[in-house]
């Protein structure tokens, strides 16, 4: 199922990690109508993979026993049906990052890492949200709070007029500020997050801000540029876009 070479050092199997990482998160979220209805309740017991190239697919488990990497969850689309959408999307979200951990400590185990080289892996495992913070937004909730602590303190001290409609579009599509008073340790860890790939906010890049969730997004990981942006009055990210299709 994979043919992917095996990573044998620990950038390579956090490179492995963050590859099938960032297909989960494609699944769950910019992905995630193709993804609900590839889980046919109908169907046999169905998994979700990562995999490394940064793809995803929902298929049948190895046969295998034992199998050769450790197995995502089993039967995810059965549940499908039973519970709220959202339920339902972050339960697989949490399965996935418990399988994640599992297939990166596997290969540690298999080539024989020592403590330090652990310790350092999971360390670099650790830096980066996991998937359920990416899909249910709760990766960027403290960030939000300074950000609306920030707002109440600058309302307290006389509000700035809105001079025009660019100006405040302009202000939708920049990710949301750091606090002035953090270390830079602490911005790194409370920065903004993206919807998609569940990377952290980079200065040269454009990103746009759904006004659905209000989850900020990569501007190439939803397909949109500055000059498409300024002609978007209220934006509806991937997952917002197709929640109300799948519903129905």
């Given at each position: 199922m994979e043919g992917h070479p095996i990573p044998r050092t620990v950038e390579e199997v956090f490179s492995d990690f963050r590859g099938r990482r960032a297909g989960l998160i494609k699944a769950l979220s910019t992905d995630v109508q193709k993804f609900y209805h590839q889980c046919d309740p109908e169907k046999e017991n169905l998994c979700l993979y990562g995999l490394p190239n940064e793809t995803w697919e929902v298929n049948l488990p190895v046969e295998e026993v034992p199998p050769e990497l450790p197995e995502p969850a089993l039967g995810i689309n059965f549940a499908r049906?039973?519970?709220?959408?959202?339920?339902?999307?972050?339960?697989?979200?949490?399965?996935?990052d418990s399988w994640l951990i599992s297939v990166a400590f596997y290969f540690g185990a298999r080539f024989g890492f020592g403590k330090n080289e652990r310790k350092r892996l999971f360390q670099m495992i650790n830096d980066l949200p996991t998937i359920f913070e990416v899909?249910?937004?709760?990766?960027?909730?403290?960030?939000?709070?300074?950000a609306n602590h920030n707002s109440s303190r600058s309302k307290s001290s006389g509000a700035k007029p809105r001079h025009s409609e660019s100006h405040t579009k302009a202000s939708k599509m920049s990710p949301p500020p750091k606090e002035d008073d953090e270390s830079e340790e602490e911005d790194d860890e409370q920065g903004?997050?993206?919807?998609?790939?569940?990377?952290?906010?980079g200065g040269d890049e454009f990103w746009i801000c759904c006004d659905a969730c209000e989850k900020w997004f990569?501007?190439?990981?939803?397909?949109?540029?500055?000059?498409?942006?300024?002609?978007?009055?209220?934006?509806k990210c991937p997952s917002c876009s197709t929640s109300k299709k799948i519903k129905a």
């Open positions: 049906d039973g519970m709220l959408e959202k339920d339902w999307i972050s339960l697989v979200a949490v399965h996935s899909v249910t937004g709760n990766a960027k909730q403290s960030k939000d709070q300074s903004a997050v993206c919807g998609a790939c569940g990377d952290n906010y990569h501007g190439k990981c939803v397909k949109i540029t500055p000059a498409k942006a300024e002609n978007i009055k209220h934006y």
